[in-house]
């Protein structure tokens, strides 16, 4: 381990009184009150249902809430489940907090989450999101049985989404991971996902933990290494997916902790990525996708707009970052009125590629060319809800899978952007 | 009468010959100095040229704005600029060494207020070269977030950061040059107060719209207008 300093000395303690572990539950948190109790509920049945004979803990790493969070992960007993659910535990379940912090940080609750799993040698872990609002007992097994009994090293999960939902995963970060890493894994960013100790340990024993690693984005980074590391990878699909409400002020931090994240992982992983050719799928239990098909309004004039303003208004910024073809073509495409708008999956391809290498080299500040891909994402969403806005489940696929293989085809493009700009 | 003349004469130029003789050596040592003034500064500007390509000064000073500005005045790279100034200073400080070695009366007082003025020289081009870097970044950073956050006027309020840092920078370099101390306080003064004014009266007309939103999105639940929120991005 790095530094185990970084865990108080009331957290050992309550980590040497738990004493060795079967199962751990990891549960980032910060001011989730509201939706922390059903969600500790929801694990401890899954923990009971699936698993009555294994020694379990649910650790929470909190960020400094002042909602009481802690307390209620910590305050509910095993015995506030029996009577609804008549469900037994052979053995106790633990279930101890620690506060890493005042404000959200995921790399350092992920880090207390792995350091613990390691100091009490779980043999499968889970971490499960705060914020999902429909977790079922189900994805508890789910999530730990590739892990505990098939001897898998990371589970990711697989969701039913409506088709626009999770459109930067299914635009940006599934198939250029895809492309670059050479495996088919929908869910890169993993709001839940099961680990074995032998993968966290050895995640947790990476250098750079104070800077990179530790900062926004560690569960991609953990997926990454996972893959780079050549460690066993499967998916396991979990069901429904929904979320809490979101807004658009969250886009740029949203692409700063999956897509900064991303581009930072080139750097160090180029000797790997630079050398894949091709994609391979991921063993799967269940589906690998399934899409909801729900009417759904969206603004696409207002997205358009957005874009063309991006455009027009960051033009400085683009010239420092884009090609002067790609960025003629953007102008172009900015222009266009809403019916023969269409940012196609080439340029936007391109686009990604060009930001990519421009990010490696810095050539202005990172977060700034992190923060300059929100108004072209915007554009790109405006096409993919044109271009499926009444397609079926197997037209929303097919689209995607053609940007995955657009992705794929022009890698050789990265690869030299890469190589010139040194 | 004839002969005094003569004397006279034949006195003033020993008294020539004299200096001559007292001042040619010395005269040896200035050119010698420059020489070699010479031969050291543009070793040193080489040796910088290197330092600057090597540290990849010239991006730095295109992130900067520094090189828009000096393409605009048909100057060369930031990077040559500066290898070309550190020779001339160090050439210069070679000459005026030289010039000292003649020992000429008031001339010594004047090099030793130049070697004087020197580190405020440099002081103020790296506050210059930092100041025009931290507008440009400032600029970008609020421009991006305008941009983003689909504010109107993106670009002036861009604008609007990077005059206000450049402004404050102008002042500080102008102060530690020492040139129009008074007037420059007295021009900052202004030009900051007027422009936080015209900010002032532009967000006051101009936002009242932006802030009546707002509010009306933050307290009254009217009908939830359709837009991008609702799309998950993750």
Known sequence: MEDES?????????????????????????????????????????????????????????????????????????????????????????????????GPKSGVALRTIL???????????????????????????????????????????????????????????????????GV??????????????RLGSQFLSQNGWSDGIGGTGAELRFTLAAITGGYRVCQSFLGEKKHIERHASDLVPTL???????????????????????????????????????????????????????????????????????????????????????YSAELWVRTVYEFAASYQKSVISRDHIIQALAPLFRGRVCTFLIENRTGSANDVEH????????????????????KSRE | MREMIISELSQALHELARGFAHYLPRLIVMLILAFIGWLVAYVVKVVVRAILRLIKFDRLSENAGASQLLTNAALPSATEILSRFVFWV???????????????????????????????????????????????????AALLAAVNANV???????????????????????????????????????????LMLGLAIAFGIGGRDLARRFLEEKFVRGKKEENEDELSPL
């Open chain 1, 256 to 342: 700063r902790q999956t897509v900064g994240a991303l581009f930072s992982a080139l750097e160090s992983d180029f000797p790997v990525w630079s050398k894949v050719s091709g994609s391979q799928p991921l063993p799967t239990t269940g589906s690998d996708q399934e899409l909801l098909l729900d009417p759904m309004r969206v603004n696409r004039k207002r997205l358009r707009e957005m874009f063309s303003t991006g455009v027009a208004e960051l033009e400085s910024v683009f010239q420092v970052i884009l090609s002067p073809s790609t960025l003629a073509e953007l102008q172009r495409i900015a222009r266009l009125g809403e019916d023969d708008f269409q």
């Open chain 2, 152 to 194: 109107r006027s993106p670009r002036i309020l861009s604008l609007a950061v990077r005059s206000i840092i450049i402004v404050f920078v102008l002042s500080v370099v102008f102060e530690e040059l020492g040139l129009a101390e008074q007037t420059m306080l007295l021009a900052f003064g202004i030009a900051f107060g007027a």
């Open chain 1, 115 to 181: 350091a613990a799993a390691e100091l009490l040698r779980a043999k499968a872990c889970i971490v499960m999101s705060p914020e999902s609002a429909n977790v079922q007992p189900e994805w508890i097994s789910s999530l730990l049985w590739p892990i505990y009994r098939d001897g898998f090293d990371l589970v990711s999960p697989t969701y039913r989404r409506h088709k626009f939902d999770g459109l930067l995963m299914t635009n940006l970060l599934y198939p250029m991971i895809r492309a670059l890493y």
């Open chain 1, 399 to 418: 689209n995607i899978e053609g940007l995955c293989l657009e992705f794929e085809r022009l890698k050789p493009y990265l690869l030299q952007l890469w």
């Open chain 2, 90 to 140: 160090t050439w210069l400080g070679f000459i005026l060494l030289g010039v000292s070695v003649l020992g000429i009366l008031g001339l010594q007082d004047q090099i030793a207020r130049f070697f004087l003025f020197l580190p405020r020289l440099f002081v103020a081009m790296f506050v210059m070269f930092f100041g025009l870097l931290a507008a440009s970044f400032f600029s970008r």
């Open chain 1, 6 to 102: 970084f865990l108080t000395d009331d957290f050992l303690r309550q980590l040497i009184n738990v004493g060795e572990v079967d199962i751990l539950v990891g549960l980032p948190t910060h001011n989730n009150a509201k939706t922390i109790g059903p969600i500790v509920n929801t694990i401890r049945s899954g923990i009971l249902r699936g698993f009555p004979r294994e020694r379990a803990v649910i650790i929470n790493a909190d960020g400094g809430s002042r909602d009481g969070t802690p307390g209620l992960v910590t305050g509910i007993s095993i015995d506030d489940m029996r009577p609804a659910s008549s469900l037994y535990a052979l053995r106790t379940l633990h279930s101890i907090s620690t506060n890493y912090g005042n």
């Open chain 1, 184 to 197: 088919r894994i929908r869910e890169a960013y993993m709001p839940e996902f099961g680990f074995s100790n």
